[in-house]
């Protein structure tokens, strides 16, 4: 098995690709859900975050309020390092343990779905192939419209990530998201033939296969040396001998 990972900028229509790909039985992971999780109330990351941020960041019912803590850390930059500092090691957990999920269920290979993914270079290192989706000069009025934001707190949030246009450089494989939404369909069943195609899982599971064969027919052999040994003692014994 293998990994893809999947990211974009901030609204540049990742969330469309992901559906795509999950209408066609893809296992996909994101990383955004995750994010959400791990923070409930109680949690490690929760308890941290309350300490270093302060109750100022909570809802009425406890939970973390996303859009208070996200004007802080899109504004200063030295408060979103300290919240990935406390949140990415958690995620990353639980990624791990859903990967292994799908290694075990037989999947070829899983798609995480990370925004950060080419801010974070050690990420990209684990990935077989890298996504992008990718929207030039629709970005800015997609998150404005969608987040119900001025001009300049929408090019804040822009701001804290990596220029499109850089990213693309990092990318295997670019999907356009700039057009028709039938246009993003055709390329994202583009990709999926192509992952399909891809014979890299094969090897792993081959070198597993291998592993566990190799291991097994060691475990036949010592079991037989000591069957062996343990029979030739016997007999030289002459068996079981009672006291009376």
């Keep these: 098995m293998f990994l893809v990972g999947l990211s974009g900028g901030i609204a540049s229509g990742k969330s469309t690709v992901v559906a795509v790909l999950q209408e066609l039985g893809c296992?996909?992971?994101d990383a955004d859900v995750i994010a959400r999780q791990v923070v409930q109330p109680h949690l490690k990351a929760y308890r941290q975050i309350v300490h270093h941020f302060g109750t100022e960041i909570l809802l009425e019912n406890g939970e973390i309020n996303r859009e208070a803590l996200g004007s802080i850390i899109f504004s200063?930059?030295?408060k979103r390092r300290l919240l990935n500092s406390i949140t990415h090691p958690e995620i990353q957990k639980e990624m791990l343990k859903q990967i292994l999920k799908y290694f075990v269920l037989g999947?070829?290979?899983v798609i995480l779905d990370i925004p950060l993914l080419f801010e974070t270079n050690r990420l990209?290192?684990?990935?077989?192939?890298?996504v992008l989706v990718y929207c030039p000069g629709a970005q800015l009025s997609r998150l404005m419209r969608r987040n119900g934001l001025s001009q300049a707190e929408a090019e804040a949030r822009i701001r804290s990530q990596l220029p499109l246009d850089e990213k693309r450089r990092f990318a295997t494989?670019?999907?356009?998201?700039?057009?028709?939404r039938e246009s993003t369909r055709r390329q994202v069943l583009r990709l999926h033939t192509h992952l399909e195609d891809s014979l890299h899982f094969l090897w792993a599971r081959l070198a597993a296969g291998m592993v566990v064969a190799g291991l097994g027919g060691l475990a036949y052999l010592l079991l037989r040396h000591f069957i062996s040994s343990f029979t030739c003692s016997f007999g030289r014994a002459g068996g079981l001998n009672f006291q009376v």
Excluded at 124 to 130: A, I, Q, S
């Design 27 to 29: 296992a996909v992971i």
């Design 76 to 78: 200063q930059p030295e």
């Design 107 to 109: 999947y070829r290979y």
């Design 124 to 130: 990209t290192k684990l990935m077989k192939y890298t």
């Design 173 to 180: 494989h670019i999907i356009d998201n700039s057009g028709e």
